[in-house]
């Protein structure tokens, strides 16, 4: 039986739901063009940090005082950027070359945390032929006086001052550390967001107990990370009107259809292509498309949020009830 692969992500008609999330292995022409070859429906450029273009804009100044006297201070406020080999220009010259060379539709991404003069880029990545922006919103609060309200207000703005730069459509990728989670889904809609990327994963520190010192550890995901997304997008289909892309935790083909079942319009994956490369979209695609053909589906848009909150058959699954029972259920031979 044929099967229909396509799915609408932020207005763009897909191929088939198989996206590759911004990692290093959309970084480059080369890979980029390896990950077309290997069938991925859309690519997610890394981001362009608020800092890499802050820099940019202070070496500019740097050079408009030379000759003054800086202090070591002055200069050793950006130590990290240092190390953010690549710049503005260097992006806008990604966006515009994977434009040129790929049939697929190309997201620039932007990581930033402060709505301010920097949210004007989004307009160039709109120029250089972005298809369509990924605002991924990376910010801890850390400080006593940051509410939660101050927080949240500060990712609203960010979103307005972004979407009313540019026409193209926004994505907006979020951490799962909201106290409520759909009203700020249904905030950042209103703000102009196109779509929810669901979930920006953070870097967690760890303590290295050798040397004694706190060590940044990026570890890959696993399928267990699945069910943060796999919940917030069933219950967000239908209740807000934007696109939903589900990020963190699909390596396998079971992964990716539990993630459109519940809703997603789009799974994109890193961890999975970083380990096993860019024939691994092949597979999943081939998988995806065989389950379908055996349950007799017909369209992927068919089978998009079949087991969403508002369609399953036991919404409670999803909210409080099920934790009882998940807990009351638990055994083991030691109880
Ligand atoms: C090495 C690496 C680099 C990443 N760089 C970015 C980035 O530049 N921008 C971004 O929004 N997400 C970035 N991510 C996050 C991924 O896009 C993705 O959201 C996250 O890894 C969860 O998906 P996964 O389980 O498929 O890895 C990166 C992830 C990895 C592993």
């Known amino acids: ?45 890394p981001s362009l940090f608020e800092e890499q273009i802050e820099h940019e804009e202070m070496a500019t100044h740097d050079l408009m005082l030379q000759g003054a006297e800086l202090s070591p201070e002055v200069h050793g406020f950006f130590p990290d950027v240092q190390n953010l080999h690549s710049g503005p220009e260097q992006y806008l010259a990604l966006i515009a070359d994977a434009k040129k060379l790929l049939s697929v539709p190309v ?33 801890l609060a850390t400080g006593i006086d940051d509410s939660s309200a101050v927080v949240e207000q500060r990712y609203v703005d960010l979103v307005e001052s972004v979407t009313q730069q540019v026409k193209i459509p926004v994505a907006v990728k979020v951490a799962p550390y909201f106290s409520a989670m759909a009203n ?33 550890r990026l570890v890959l995901s696993t399928s267990d990370e699945l069910r ?32 459109l079942l519940a809703g997603a319009d789009c799974v994109m994956l890193a961890s999975s292509l970083l380990a096993h490369g860019a024939g691994h979209v092949g597979t999943l695609v ?17 089978m998009k949020g079949s087991l969403s909150q508002e369609s399953c058959p036991d919404p409670d699954a999803f909210e409080r009830a099920n934790y009882m029972k998940a807990l009351k259920s638990y055994t083991s031979e030691f109880v």
């Open 184 to 216: 700020m889904a249904a905030r950042l809609t209103k703000a102009g967001a196109s779509g929810l990327v669901l979930f920006n994963r953070f870097l967690q520190p760890d303590i290295d107990l050798e040397e004694l010192e706190v060590s940044p």
């Open 286 to 302: 081939r998988g995806v498309q065989d389950w379908m053909s055996e349950r007799e589906y017909t369209s992927v848009e068919q």
């Open 1 to 45: 039986m044929s099967v229909d692969l396509r799915t609408r992500y932020l207005g763009l008609e897909l191929k088939h739901p198989i996206v590759a999330s911004a990692s290093p292995m959309t970084g480059s022409i080369d890979s980029l063009k390896r990950l077309q070859a290997a069938g991925v429906a859309a690519v997610v450029l």
């Open 107 to 139: 997201i620039a991404s932007l990581n930033g945390h402060t709505p301010g003069g920097w949210t004007g880029i989004a307009r160039k990545f709109e120029d250089a032929g972005a298809d369509a922006i990924e605002l991924n919103v990376y910010f």
């Open 228 to 259: 943060l997304a796999l919940r917030w997008i069933a219950i967000l289909r239908g209740r807000i009107k934007t696109s939903l892309a589900a990020t963190g935790g699909a390596h396998t083909t079971d992964d990716v259809l539990k993630l």
